[in-house]
């Protein structure tokens, strides 16, 4: 589906397939929120969904200005590979891995912490 189009233009809320990025008070947290800002806000977005949440949220691949926004957020270090959901042949884990060997982002912190790790703390 294309959004933004006259016929199919409105709001969705929509949770990032395969990947989990740090909570709000987490460290890394606003950066990543800001880092997905830059990206797509304000512009023409394409969602390729994949599933829908327990929270009524739609799982999708998001691709903003010509990006995987979720690839993107990872290979910026402001987000995780979500294991529980990416499958073990996804792309995406060669993109963490460069990510945390380049220690981009969240990579660089001494001992980061998963966002499903914070939130059951």
Partial sequence: MRCGEPSSFRQLKVRLAQID????????????????????FGAWASIYTEA?????????????????ANAEQVR?????????????????????AEARTARTGLWADKDPVAPWEWRHR
């Fill in 21 to 40: 990025a740090p909570e709000k008070a987490q460290p890394f947290g606003q950066r990543a929120k800001m880092s997905l800002s830059t990206l797509c």
């Fill in 76 to 96: 910026r270090g402001m987000a995780w590979v979500y294991d529980r959901y990416a499958p073990r042949a996804s792309p995406l884990h060669q993109v963490q």
């Fill in 52 to 68: 829908q949440d327990r929270y009524g949220r739609t799982v999708a691949r998001v691709e903003c200005r010509g990006h995987d």
